[in-house]
């Protein structure tokens, strides 16, 4: 029931259209708070509903006070869901699948749509395994067909089947780029109760990358797959008022800096500043002059400083894009009348209330890299050779560390300290230099003969890699310009790519092969070896593909600590390719002239990047445009109607795409033998009516886990081991090893990702001492044996026994989070038992049916006694079958009883877990509507 409590409701008149709004300037208040606060209180405005969203919030929004930790609970509803392929089939399997559950209910399967629009980008299935050639881009398409085609066919189901979701099909770009060019709004438009609305465009999105959009003003961020799939379906999220961090621009960049190097300084400055779990907002008078290229790469680095957001307000630049990208004269006209009504342009003068303050100088910004493993270890670029050799004493014969995440909705951990089990480590390890004398480092130089004869010597520090990948740049007119322009100035010159360098451009859209074709600029970059190789994340994400095979066996022959540089956001060990131990971000041009050095080994600033056709030494000072000269091309080579004709039709795909074998009707018709799509057990046996919630009794522990254990730990990631319960049931069902594919291909299937749920291999269950990753033991056999955690969970159900899991402070921080609340539930876990809880996994395991339960403050599980060997009995449950929530349950454990505190927070979250979780209330709600 729609509620008005301030009186906010009004009409905005923008050439001959009308939108009713609810007006800011209704609450009092609202003019001191920061941008992104202003677009949540319109947001609870004109979704107050008197129950989950009531007027005492959106005074206490009103009302923020700056120097305060959160502690007030708010129900956001975002107006859209953006998603990549890799998330978003396990989304679209579960509204297929109640779709069945409502028919066979006796409903009408037809009405089960997302309720708010839903866009799927294919951009995480493609990768680079062939480059350097013409056809390096059809071949690999070809290739991810080939391997993608049951999803793919899913996919397409789902796109005719669906109201409000669409599918941008493979080869057309990178999601978070196809989201700023074309799928964003900035200010939306839907006609409610016969009225045309106007409200901001906020989204959520499955990939933590979302935050680009922030760029253009869009508040939004990436969630995992419950919380979308519960956004799509019209169900709030639930969040805490945030603390606002200001970070204020002045000045300009210099001459020769890009807007990588601003971004990794940013970085740098932020994770040191500390806004894990904060928005940041960008203010101050240089913040018109920054592009709006410049905006969105900065707002897409913010997982890696830790932010939920980092958005810039909308101004003149934010207008000027959106004509830019082809938007109508109507949508531009309504989104500066709205922005300005509701005071949401940026006054350059103003400075609103916040936090914390940052303020950057642009005028400090130099030329910099970050690695070799994290990207907020920024280095100057003229450092860059000395702190490699400090570096390489951690490498050279040392294997990379095993990948815990595929660049899919995931991977930021909330804090970078963490405790797995309960032994203190690093999700991602500290940046810990060994100094020696960097003069004369070590060689172990190997000799090879690659594929066309040519004889190479590698050495440490070998450029193996360099790729002009992901979201982050790719969608940046300024560098992608730069990088071609270097690579012009350098073929002029008769400079050439290193032989062993695998070479790779992977645009974020069709639009950045347009402007190099109409300036002239493709031919330079075929000839250094940046042929196109997809419209994908590639590299950045680990779809580097393999090195050539000479190269590859050199490398590991000589246990060689080569590198890779790309343009992309995330570098930690053993992500970008399982052969390069050390990883370094640059700027596109960056990357071409790394191409060039063929090593990281060198002083790019100071020693010639090779010898010209007249024998001259060439320095990078001679191949680097100036920013006139990049700024002429881009003026040249960029026109609006590139945009348009680019998107005109982006929902249809090309011929392969339209001639794939689709299913039709309104229910999936699911094949039995598919490995890829499977139908998820979530409504077996459901009624119209939920069963009363019921005590639990006879509950063992599946798992005893110490503090910071992330959802990264729980949820399935990387690659298959083929002796592992995931690899069994693969190998059972007809699959080659060379087929496994990865959990993040294969999340539409959850027999494979229940196999792989607390299977990570750094997991440490107190259960099973001596043990790292799935294991624990199962008590239902003589003397508890050790064995994995799937196979003791289906021990445990067989006997019909509920199971129970034991951790410490903020379990379920991290952001791979959909399957960590599936997977934990798909085992027969009822109740989770911690000593605090990450927000959204707390909120997530509700939305599965499983109870969060909390310690008594100040006990643990080691202060009870408790060993994780007794049998639980948790009673008090039932009360809410009352329609109250209990604050706290008795637990019995052996001989320990305590009142462990129920974490059903909101109204919302209590229907949640009565309903058996959020995907069933949803259901009953639409069959009783």
Known sequence: MSVDSFGAKGQLDVGDASYEIFRLSAVDGQDKLPYSLKVLLENLLRTEDGANITADHIRALAGWDPSAEPDTEIQFTPARVVMQDFTGVPCVVDLATMREAVRELGGDASKINPLAPAELVIDHSVIADLFGAPDSFA???????????????????????????????????????????????????????????????????????????????????GVGGIEAEAAMLGQPVSMLIPRVVGFKLTGELPEGATATDLVLTITEMLRKHGVVGKFVEFYGPAVSAVPLANRATIGNMSPEYGSTCAIFPIDAETVRYLQLTGRSAEQVALVEAYAKEQGLWHDPAAEPAYSEHVELDLSTIVPSIAGPKRPQDRVSLSDAKTSFRTALANYAGAAPETKVDEGVEETFPASDPIAVGSVAEEQVPAFSAVVGDVSDRPSSRIRTTLADGTEVELDHGAVVIAAITSCTNTSNPSVMIGAALVAKKAVELGLTSKPWVKTTLAPGSKVVMDYYERAGLTPYLDKLGFNLVGYGCTTCIGNSGPLPDEVSAAVNEADLAVVSVLSGNRNFEGRINPDVKMNYLASPPLVVAYALAGTMDMDITTEPLGTSTDGSPVYLRDIWPTAAEIEGVVEQAIESEMFTRDYADVFAGDERWRALPTPEGDTFAWDAESTYVRKPPYFEGMSPEPTPVSDISGARVLAKLGDSVTTDHISPAGSIKADSPAGKYLAEHGVERRDFNSYGSRRGNHEVMIRGTFANIRLRNQLAPGTEGGFTRDFTAPDAPVTTIYDAAQSYAAAGTPLVILAGKEYG????????????????VKAVIAESYERIHRSNLIGMGVLPLQFPEGETAESLGLTGEETFEITGVT??????????????AGETTFEARLRIDTPGEADYYRHGGILQYVLRSLLAS
């Open 879 to 892: 009360a809410l079958n009352d329609g109250t929530t209990p604050r706290t349950v008795t637990v019995k």
């Open 139 to 221: 071949r690999n398409v070809d290739l991810e067909y080939d391997r993608n085609k049951e999803r793919y066919q899913f996919l397409r189901w789902g796109q005719t089947a669906f109201d409000e979701f669409k599918v941008v099909p493979p080869g057309t770009g990178i999601v978070h780029q196809v989201n700023i060019e074309h799928l964003a709004r900035t200010v939306m438009t839907r006609t409610v109760d016969g009225v045309l609305r106007a409200y901001p465009d906020t989204c959520v999105g499955t990939d933590s990358h979302t935050t680009m959009v922030n760029g253009i003003g869009v508040l939004g961020w």
């Open 813 to 828: 921080s991290g952001s791979s989070r959909d399957w960590a609340a599936k997977g934990t539930a798909l085992l027969g």
